[in-house]
């Protein structure tokens, strides 16, 4: 441990890593499935932002537009929509830490 | 298991000839095109054989693809969501076509002479019309509402006398196109028809053209016999004042139910179809389902409509009885039922399952299946027939 180089460079997103693995306080909530999950992105999302993600009725999906905003109001956006659009709450249907591995992989547009 | 299950689909694939069809004369009224979502593919089934013929490859991003026919039923014309415009020959199961004509597209429609094709976009918004023999640009007709601000167009159909209609988007319009000068489209403008206008369609004998609208409870008729056009709002706040559903699916308007003097259309963000007399154009009763309709298709002849759902419940499909208005039938195909089509005298109905990877057949009387075929997440399934009738 005390050999590692890079650890002043490192330890911080470790130890974030650790908190957010760790976060999903609400214990309980399954880990989330990444085929099921990136299915649901792919298709059902899909039907709205496109199945690239490169957009439709809804906005792209892409690293660059989502650039904007951080994980907590994308977390914020998929559990509870955006009233007055057709962005829907999917808060009866996916968990927060759902929402948090989906917004993950948007944002760093690594989707499997 | 699933493993070897694909292998053996994968060689299935292998087995189907590419350009099997071109020996030997054959008619194509019998013919369809099943999108492949995923993999960018369609398939050219025979409706009558109840089989695949051959594959189609290489056609872009077609999630949301559609497709509508020259008035001799050889060809298909599909759209695909990347803006990819793409003439195929069912006969030789080929391309002899493709044009990457926008940035992101919602459909499209063919005129009556069949010599126009026009696509809806997304990106950059507007209607784009086509030569429909050689994809050469005829037109181009921006969506600029009356805020002065690009839309999307959605709900592009058809009309009699080389006419389109379609609806814009995020500007809340309805605009009818004349392109009987090709080159110089004469366009009217309904201005202010409601709020966020998600799909439209038009009744087969081309006079009433409704757009279902997402913003508010309701829905925008025009009357294309009348003259001057007008816009007039029906249905109005359908859902009186309870709090919709969240909508995980925006249903569609394409290959609605039209049946005498009645039309079954999907109700936003409720577990309902509402019928209108298309006489009053009032309201003439409602149709519990199952979920959230997404498609509600007569059955030929309109005896029966058969209905799919939003997700999460889209497992599901019920058929409703069009005298009684009530649900006779409910069946589970599998996971995520996509899309129906019915043969052209609507004595079978194919049916996409995306999830399960299959196209299952059923008899339109019975219900009973029938048979089924193998495809890759299949969605859009579109039938030579459409290419006789107004609004497909």
């Not at chain 1, 908190?19 to 099921?36: N, Q, R, T």
């Not at chain 1, 957009?55 to 905003?69: A, D, I, N, R």
């Not at chain 2, 028809?193 to 309701?218: I, M, Q, S």
């Amino acid at each position: 441990m005390q050999q590692m180089p890079g650890r002043s460079r490192l330890w911080p997103n470790a130890v974030l890593g650790l908190i957010v693995s760790m976060a999903p306080a609400s214990a309980g909530e399954a880990a989330p499935d990444p085929v099921k999950l990136t299915n649901l992105v792919r298709q059902d999302c899909g039907s709205c932002h496109g199945l690239t993600l490169k957009g439709g009725l809804g906005k792209p999906l892409t690293v660059e537009q989502l650039g904007p905003w951080d994980r907590d109001q994308l977390v914020h956006i998929i559990l509870d929509g955006i009233p007055g659009t057709p962005m829907p709450p999917w808060r009866p249907l996916l968990t927060e830490r759902d929402a948090r591995w989906i917004a993950d992989r948007l944002k760093q547009g690594n989707l499997p | 298991m699933m493993f070897a299950v694909r292998w053996l689909a994968a060689l299935l694939w292998l087995a189907i000839p590419a350009t099997g069809l071109a020996e030997g004369l054959r008619g194509t009224g019998n013919l369809g095109l099943v999108i492949e979502r995923a993999t960018g593919s369609v398939l050219i089934v025979d409706t009558g054989a109840r089989q695949t013929i051959g594959r189609v490859e290489g056609l872009g991003d077609l999630s949301h693809a559609s497709v509508v026919f020259s008035p001799d039923q050889r060809y298909g014309y599909l759209f695909g969501r990347d803006g990819g415009l793409t003439r195929i020959d069912l006969l030789t199961a080929s391309i002899v076509g493709r044009f990457v004509q926008a940035g992101n597209s919602i459909g499209g429609a063919i005129s009556d002479d069949g010599e126009l094709i026009a696509v809806s976009n997304y990106e950059p918004g507007g209607v784009r019309v086509f030569d429909a023999r050689t994809l050469a640009l005829v037109a181009d007709i921006p969506a600029l509402g009356a805020e002065g601000k690009a839309s999307k167009t959605v709900g592009l159909v058809d009309l009699p006398g080389r006419r389109f209609a379609f609806a814009l988007y995020n500007a809340g319009e309805i605009w009818i196109a004349d392109l009987s000068n090709a080159e110089t489209p004469a366009v009217t403008r309904l201005t202010g028809v409601g709020k966020l206008p998600y799909d439209g369609n038009v009744t087969p004998d081309g006079r009433h053209y409704l757009a279902g609208l997402f913003g508010e409870d309701g829905v925008v008729h025009v009357d294309m016999w009348q003259s001057p056009l007008k816009a007039a709002r029906i249905l109005d706040r359908y859902g009186h004042g309870e709090e919709p559903l969240p909508v995980y699916k925006m249903p569609h308007l394409e290959g609605w139910a039209a049946i005498g003097d009645r039309l079954l259309l999907p109700a936003v963000g409720r577990h309902e179809l509402i019928a209108v007399d298309t006489r009053s154009f009032a309201e003439a009763g409602r149709v519990a389902t199952h979920g959230q309709p997404v498609f509600a298709v007569a059955r030929p002849g309109g005896r029966h409509v058969w209905v799919n759902f939003a997700h999460p419940l889209n497992d599901t499909i019920d058929i409703v009885d069009t005298l009684t208005l009530k649900v006779i039938h409910r069946f589970a195909p599998g996971p995520a039922v996509l899309h129906m089509e019915f043969t052209p005298r609507g004595n079978e109905v194919w049916v996409s399952v995306r999830d399960a990877d299959r196209v299952d057949i059923y008899d339109a009387a019975t219900f009973a299946k029938k048979g089924q075929i193998s495809a890759q997440k299949p969605s859009g399934i579109f039938f030579t027939a459409r290419a006789t009738r107004i609004g497909q």
